[in-house]
């Protein structure tokens, strides 16, 4: 029993001290401010003590759904083509079905070749059914429509991830917002300011060179006039910015052709630069082997034609082939900042977004709030600690004090815990560290009321002290099931500041546990084993 | 020291006066979520805009306002925030004046109307910098391009000025000025001299500071709401499971009825008096939901105790005899964490307010409904197995010892 009781008095103060060097690690000094420095490397806060922007954004997937339908539209028509089966129009009759194709003007007799271009090609991806007039429908397949969108948020979180990255945003957090669908959720800690970063983040920066039909004209209507009051399905009217075509031009329309030459996931790098001749900032790019190739034909087979470099769905430029380009070319002109062609640059380098996305939820915090609450959070916390700590001195004596130092061990493994993993202190946690000692010391109160019940029945101390931590334990079993199931429940529905009350509410109840059935009772032996047999206890 | 010596206590004889009790809360609560105030609902569930603001000196709530509109924004809500002497405004827009398509909008009229109309000094203040609301990386980027010290385009020069931002940041965001400065010459002594002759030139202190600004679209605050009652439900639904499990169904029903009374009740609360119910108050109504579970668990556990003894007592009498047995820890316990939740209440700040006021009603009803809805519900069980013909006895424990 004695040595039983030295090897779990060294279990604790071994716990003891892991925990505090979980809160505080190898401070550099004693001093307050050593102290405050440590604590703060190991705890992490949450965006709403620390302050910083918290960002909720909608990828519109559908985007990249219509992406990929209007690729296999160019892709069908050189099908066929190349099958020599002409005057078929293929295209996507409802916009707001992004994931339907249809073909019409079929010629009859050629109906067979069709059904086996399309079915040797495109059915592991389509459902293709036949329709009256000669028409063919191919709707896209659930699963690829799932798989498309689940990319696209995919390579939307990576690509926000390395833009803000590129900005220098330490730190931050960028991951599936599972409250939603297809959204994704921001943390910009220390960022309080944060329209530069949306801006950036918000940027599809997609990069296209097109071929010019036609063009320009001074406005849409004019242009809609000049071409039969229709855009042909395989074109589509693009704005222009000031001086794309040549200096001092203004904003134009132009008849561009839909499928671009090469597009924005053909770009192998980007850097900004300067102009040689007018010294003006500017961004080069160069194209990955296949897009250089693809560029090199078009480019070759077009000398003398116009093509359009499109930056967002604007003409930023529009130049006349001279001659065959490879893989390489600049984007200028157009009041180019230095800060732009830098972001521009960065933006090109990490590829564009595969769908454009929408900001649903932004909230900022201040520093000096998050330092308000702090020093709040810290005055109730220790207020309260204190009302209750005295309040157990009062009523149970002796046993009082074995409850404190069980509450405080309580805290220290709470907040160790917490600087283990990482784990961050949010100000609902803050509350649910005040939670924990209230409620943590309601397992020592069950305790101490069974113990006093087990004397007023006659027993003998040391058998109370086993018998109520023995009847107490279902109770706390209980108690602690409840909180944590209700803890956990909010963890998974909750978002940051309400995660890490449940996170802190959890490992305070855990710890809990430790402290008020292990460490309690060692405290009680510790003293029963000091005293003769029989001699009351202090409770 | 005792509280409760050997109590004896009729709980159930009252029986009829703790369900008028709880049917006037209940009515109450329900009539005014109807009726009345509705469920007043933070912007997390609502939707809109609301900007924090502190200011260096008592605020004109209708300039602001008047202000506001004039810039198109209509119908602001313009509230003190937390005690009066703090200063502190809340600017409140509603769903309607916040577009999803540029959703800061709100937020930036708000802040150029305030920086126009609220400034301390006017119009020799035009394109200066903003001391009391400029960020750090703004700073930084400000003190780079001025170069008060001299040090070109380096690596170097950039390092020193952010770290120059970052002291007048530590100073401005302290806990004592809460993020504004009396004056620039303040800044002295936290600054390098040429810094601050810098800012004293081009910077200037506006006497407010937004401290945070939130800003919520439609189809978030739509998806929050369904999540927060899914998770209510859920919460009450393992609860049921976990008594049904440690119990029998019965002991989960009752006890989970009970813990629907302390949700209503709590939540009619928030109506009556017109508070807005955020995420982190569904937090604490979720962990009310788990810890008046305790008490009821407790009171439980005594009475299948006591049954296991004596099975001839009338359930009425062990009911209440075992009510008594654990009343002492049953107000302890609640007594405790109560004292807790006040501390939060009082000192924990404005932010945490709702939170802490639900915990306060919720410990309080649900240390009452343990008492007055969970145990009397099992004796009314049986009384209504009795009324059928059926057998009395209320199932014990499925195992004999647990």
Redesign the interface.
């Given at each position: 029993m004695q040595k039983n009781l030295k090897a779990k008095t060294v279990a604790i103060i071994a716990v003891l001290i892991i925990f505090v060097f979980g809160i505080f690690g190898i401070p550099k000094g004693v001093s307050g401010s050593a102290l405050k420095q440590a604590l703060a490397q190991h705890i992490n806060l949450g965006l709403?003590l620390k302050?910083g922007t918290h960002l909720?954004l909608?990828v519109m997937v559908d985007e990249a759904v219509g992406a990929a339908t209007d690729s296999d539209v160019g892709a069908i028509q050189s099908d066929l083509q190349q099958n020599g089966i002409s005057g078929v129009t293929v295209a996507k009759p409802d916009p707001n079905k992004p994931d339907v194709i249809q073909l019409t003007n079929v010629p009859a007799d050629r109906a067979t070749d069709i059904s086996s271009v399309l079915n040797s090609r495109y059915s592991s991806r389509y459902d293709i059914t036949p329709g009256v007039n000669n028409t063919w429908t191919l709707t896209m397949k659930n699963q690829t429509e799932l798989d498309l969108k689940q990319s696209a948020l995919d390579k939307a979180i990576e690509v926000i991830n390395q833009r803000i990255n590129g900005l220098g945003v330490s730190e931050s957090v960028v991951e599936p917002y599972q409250?939603?669908s297809y959204q994704i959720l921001v943390e910009l800690p220390?960022?309080?300011?944060?329209?530069r970063v949306?801006d950036v983040i918000q940027s599809t920066a997609r990069l296209e060179t097109h071929e010019v039909m036609a063009g320009p004209w001074p406005d849409q209507q004019t242009a809609m006039q000049a071409i039969g009051g229709m855009v042909p399905p395989d074109a589509e009217l693009v704005q222009s910015i000031a001086g794309a075509s040549n200096e001092g031009s203004t904003a134009e329309w132009y008849e561009l052709k839909k499928v671009p030459v090469w597009g924005g996931t053909d770009i192998r790098d980007a850097q900004p630069g300067h102009d040689q001749n007018t010294n003006e900032p500017q961004v080069t790019f160069y194209l990955t082997n296949a897009a250089g190739q693809k560029f090199a034909q078009f480019t070759s087979a077009n000398i003398g034609k116009q093509m359009a470099i499109v930056l967002d769905n604007r003409v930023r430029e529009v130049a006349v082939i001279k001659g065959e380009i490879h893989d390489t070319g600049d984007i200028s002109g157009g009041g180019i900042t230095e800060q732009y062609a830098k972001d521009l640059s960065m933006l090109l380098r990490t590829g564009a977004l595969p769908a454009s996305i929408?900001?649903?939820?932004?909230?900022?915090?201040?520093?000096?709030?998050g330092?308000?609450?702090?020093?709040?959070?810290v005055?109730?916390?220790i207020?309260?600690?204190a009302?209750?700590m005295i309040?157990?001195l009062?009523?149970?004596?002796g046993a009082g004090i074995n409850a404190d130092l069980a509450l405080i061990l309580n805290l220290v493994i709470l907040l160790g815990f917490m600087g283990f993993v990482g784990a961050r202190l949010t100000?609902?946690g803050?509350?649910g560290v005040?939670?924990t000692?209230?409620?943590g010391?309601?397992s020592n109160?069950?305790i101490f009321?069974?113990i006093?019940?087990e004397l007023r029945s006659g027993k003998s101390p040391s058998a109370a002290v086993d018998q109520g931590f023995k009847h107490a334990l279902?109770?706390i079993i209980?108690?602690h099931?409840?909180?944590?199931?209700?803890?956990a429940?909010?963890f998974?529905?909750?978002?940051g500041?309400?995660q890490g009350?449940?996170v802190t509410?959890t490992f305070g109840l855990l710890a809990n546990f430790f402290t008020s059935v292990f460490v309690s009772r060692v405290i009680f032996d510790a003293s029963l084993s000091r005293k003769l047999h029989g001699e009351p206890i202090s409770i | 020291m005792e509280l409760f010596h050997d109590v004896k206590i009729d709980w159930l004889g009252k029986k009829w006066y703790f369900l008028g009790f709880s049917l006037i809360f209940s009515i109450a609560g329900l009539l005014s979520l109807f009726f009345w105030h509705h469920l007043p609902l933070d912007v997390d569930f609502r939707g809109g805009t609301v900007v924090r603001v502190k200011f260096a000196d008592k605020p004109n709530l209708d300039l602001i306002r008047s202000a506001v509109n004039k810039a198109g924004l209509k119908d602001p809500r313009i509230t003190q925030f937390g005690a009066a002497a703090n200063n502190e405004v809340l600017v409140t827009l509603s769903l309607g004046q916040t577009s999803e398509a540029s959703l800061d909008q709100g937020r930036a009229v708000i802040e150029s109307t305030l920086t126009r109309n609220y400034s301390q000094a006017g119009a020799q203040n035009q394109g200066k910098l903003d001391l009391d609301n400029v960020s750090r990386g703004g700073l930084a980027t400000w003190l780079e391009q001025k170069d008060p010290e001299h040090l070109g385009v380096t690596d170097a020069a950039t390092a020193r000025y952010q770290q120059q931002a970052d002291a007048v940041m530590s100073y401005r965001d302290s806990a004592e000025h809460s993020g504004i400065l009396d004056s620039v010459d303040a800044l002295r002594g936290s600054v390098d001299p040429a810094v601050l002759t810098a800012l004293e030139q081009g910077a200037y202190v506006s006497g407010f500071h937004v401290q945070s600004a939130e800003i919520v679209g439609a189809q978030v605050g739509k998806q929050l709401q369904k999540q927060a009652i899914l998770a209510t439900l859920y919460s009450l639904l393992g609860m049921l499971i976990y008594l049904w499990f440690r119990f029998e169904l019965i002991y989960g029903v009752a006890a989970v009825v009970a813990c629907f009374h302390d949700t209503l009740i709590t939540v009619g609360a928030f109506s009556l008096t017109n508070t807005e119910v955020s995420l982190t108050v569904i937090a604490a109504i979720l962990t009310l939901v788990g810890y008046s579970m305790n008490d009821t668990i407790v009171v439980f556990d005594r009475i299948r105790e006591n049954l296991r003894l004596s099975r001839r007592e009338p359930l009425a009498d062990l009911v209440n005899r075992s009510i008594n047995q654990t009343l002492s820890r049953t107000v302890l316990t609640s007594g405790l964490t109560f004292l807790t939740v006040l501390s939060l209440f009082l000192f924990g700040g404005e932010v945490l307010h709702p939170f802490s006021f639900a915990l306060v009603i919720g410990i309080l009803i649900g240390t009452y409904s343990s008492i007055a809805i969970a145990a009397p519900m099992l004796v009314a069980y049986q009384d209504w197995r009795a009324g059928r013909g059926k057998t009395a006895a209320l199932p014990a424990a499925k195992k004999a010892k647990v």
């Open positions: 709403d302050g909720v909608q409250l939603g220390g960022i309080d300011d944060p329209g949306k929408r900001y649903l939820q932004e909230s900022t915090v201040g520093p000096s709030l330092a308000d609450s702090i020093h709040q959070g005055v109730a916390s207020a309260g600690m009302a209750v309040f157990m009062i009523y149970y004596r100000l609902p803050i509350a005040i939670l000692i209230g409620m010391v309601d109160v069950l009321e069974r006093r019940e279902t109770t209980d108690t099931v409840t909180t944590v199931v209700s803890a429940i909010l998974l529905f909750g978002t500041p309400v009350f449940a509410l | -």
